[in-house]
Structure formats: structure tokens, C-alpha cells
T-cell receptor
């Protein structure tokens, strides 16, 4: 089945230790998104790739970076995680402006 | 004022009840509207799109009122499995992209 896959599902990291979250998709969608969702809050868009074009939200901290080496994969890099970065990180994909489909998320814990 | 606002609930209803959720959006440039469902500790999943003419999918009915900038979701004959958080989502298009703007969600708990 075509799907959006995120690895790992749970990630524990230490304060200040860089971490990378992975997303892959078999839907052949040209747009990939990264969202941060904290408990009892709405998902918050961090950035997205429209094809190869990177689009950063104005309020996304510099601590968050992303890479998209090819159509299928997209990575979220957190350069120096703080305690406040503990959250669920959701990857989503879409065909152009179409419906977004979400992966199962990676839950990040910062110790 | 947040761009998409929902009553956070929780809505606690018995099985078989009819329940309605409301959502308002502030940006009149918003162009597409959806309801997503999110189970605890899971990802959001598309429940249904919302059209001006109203649309129905089984026990679920969605309505859009562009003049009032208001979206609703009606669930009839509630099931235990309907317990979840329902997210109102608006897409605002700018340039070549469309960004999803999520409401904080309305929590529904259906009791036996």
C-alpha cells in the first residue's frame, strides 16, 4: 500500500545533541511537509518542500533544518534540541495543493 | 485572534447521540476546508472535505458558510469508535503553495 513512513516512531535524545528524523513516501507526491505538534495543541507547520523548493515558516526557529535528497525522502534535523522541542513531529505529503496525508509521527523526548 | 477557532470541548455524549462541532476562520482568503480526525497519540487522518453545498458521508455531514466564515460537522448516531479529536482545517493559498491551518481540535468522547 502507498504510504507515508516515519522513522523512528520514538526518539530519545539528550539536551543539545543533534537528532535527525526521517520521512519517506511511496505516494510519489511532490510536496512534503514537517509539522510539530505538542500536547493538546494543533499541528504547527515548520516548513515544506514544494518539489525541490524549500519553504520555511517565518516563526520556525533556526534550530530546525530540513533536507530532501530526492522525491521520496525528507529529513528533519534539530541541531541543538532543547527541552521545549519535545513533541510529536509529523510528516505529510500532497500532490500539489491537494489533500495532505500524514505519517504516523515521531515522538521526540529530550532529556 | 487565532486564524481557525474551535470549541475545545470535551464533548461527552452517549452512544447514539447526535453531536455538532463548529469552527470559525478569520481569513476570508481561505479557499479549502476539511475535517480531520486525530486519535490519541496518532496522526491526523482526513475525515472529509467541506463544500459550500454541504456534503454527507454516512453518519457525517459537513457544512460551510462562507459569508459567516463558519464550518460545521454533524455526527449522527454516535459510536464508541467516534471518540477522537476533530480538527478543523483551512487551506489558504499563497503563491504556488497552500498551507494547512489547523484549529486546536474538539475532543469527543462517546460513552456506552
Amino acid at each position: 500500500d502507498a504510504m507515508v513512513i516515519q522513522n523512528p516512531r520514538y526518539q530519545v535524545t539528550q539536551f543539545g545533541k543533534p537528532v535527525t528524523l526521517s520521512c519517506s513516501q511511496t505516494l510519489n507526491h511532490n510536496v512534503m511537509y514537517w509539522y510539530q505538534q505538542k500536547s493538546s495543541q494543533a499541528p504547527k507547520l515548520l516548513f515544506h518542500y514544494y518539489d525541490k523548493d524549500f519553504n520555511n515558516e517565518a516563526d520556525t526557529p533556526d534550530n530546525f533544518q530540513s533536507r530532501r535528497p530526492n522525491t521520496s525522502f525528507c529529513f528533519l534535523d534539530i541541531r541543538s534540541p532543547g527541552l521545549g522541542d519535545a513533541a510529536m513531529y509529523l510528516c505529510a505529503t500532497s500532490r500539489d495543493r491537494g489533500t495532505q496525508y500524514f505519517g504516523p509521527g515521531t515522538r521526540l523526548l529530550v532529556l | 485572534r487565532k486564524e481557525v477557532e474551535q470549541d475545545p470541548g470535551p464533548f461527552n455524549v452517549p452512544e447514539g447521540a447526535t453531536v455538532a462541532f463548529n469552527c470559525t476562520y478569520s481569513n476570508s482568503a481561505s479557499q479549502s476546508f476539511f475535517w480531520y480526525r486525530q486519535d490519541c497519540r496518532k496522526e491526523p487522518k482526513l475525515l472529509m472535505s467541506v463544500y459550500s453545498s454541504g456534503n454527507e458521508d454516512g453518519r457525517f455531514t459537513a457544512q460551510l458558510n462562507r459569508a459567516s466564515q463558519y464550518i460545521s460537522l454533524l455526527i449522527r448516531d454516535s459510536k464508541l469508535s467516534d471518540s477522537a479529536t476533530y480538527l478543523c482545517v483551512v487551506i489558504r493559498y499563497g503563491g504556488s503553495q497552500g498551507n494547512l491551518i489547523f484549529g486546536k481540535g474538539t475532543k469527543l468522547s462517546v460513552k456506552p
